[in-house]
């Protein structure tokens, strides 16, 4: 199957940082990539929907100036946590879209980020 | 209302034993897409089994296999002849073209004893 990064895998930054996480679809072109955040023994929950080119649609109550997502290439997005807090600390985990079929759609393997 | 409902959030089986884990969704799509992933306590997700809406016979992928009940509204998962490496975090998840997006259940950890 097609592969999906996320770099880096774990981060531990201090509180007010901010801290971009890559996610690259390194295989085949990404239409869409998704972006989840996952609290421990909980499930994944969906930030935004990042199109190439486009501005990002965040989900309701995902604060869009405090997680920016930018898609600037079919193999590239990006999200950062700008001046990230304790609870910010969560596991990040893409996913990319190739095209039109329900089952393509493929996860990166998550970052850890603590913020201390 | 919750879309994926996972109504088990733990389960225990016995090496090569078979297990079902539940999972119903709910949705007005007539067209939808259901999955089960496997998350390890490594984080990485991984794609177990799909079920398209329009699809008539259940899909299997080697171990797995999907209970597709679509007038129920459920789509459990079976693993047959459990190993101890399937012991893990499963996640039921339905995408909808409506709102272009895949929605996770609970998830169910499963454990396998020897």
């Known amino acids: 199957g097609a592969v999906v990064s996320q770099h880096p895998s774990r981060v531990i930054c201090k509180s007010g940082t901010s801290v971009k996480i890559e996610c690259r679809s390194l295989d085949f072109q990404a239409t869409t990539m998704f972006w989840y955040r996952q609290f421990p023994k909980q499930s994944l929950m969906l930030m935004a929907t990042?199109?190439?080119?486009?501005?990002?649609?965040?989900e309701q109550g995902v604060e869009k100036d405090k997680f920016l997502i930018n898609h600037a290439s079919l193999t590239l997005s990006t999200l950062t946590v700008t001046s990230a807090h304790p609870e910010d600390s969560s596991f990040y985990i893409c996913s990319a879209r190739e095209g039109l079929l329900y089952n393509e759609q493929f996860f990166g393997p998550g970052t850890r980020l603590t913020v201390l | 209302a919750q879309k994926i409902t996972q109504t088990q959030p733990g389960m225990f089986v016995q090496e090569k034993e078979a297990v079902t884990l539940d999972c119903t969704y709910d949705t007005s799509d007539q067209s939808y897409g259901l999955f089960w992933y496997k998350q390890p306590s490594s984080g990485e997700m991984i794609f177990l089994i799909y079920?398209?809406?329009?699809?008539?016979q259940n899909a299997t992928e080697g171990r797995y296999s999907l209970n597709f009940q679509k007038a129920r509204k459920s789509a459990n998962l079976v693993i047959s002849a459990s190993q101890l490496g399937d012991s893990a975090m499963y996640f039921c998840a339905m995408w909808e073209d409506s709102s272009y997006k895949l929605i996770f259940g609970s998830g169910t950890r499963l454990l396998v004893r020897p």
């Open positions: 079920q398209g809406s329009y699809d008539e």
């Open positions: 990042s199109n190439e080119g486009s501005k990002a649609t965040y």
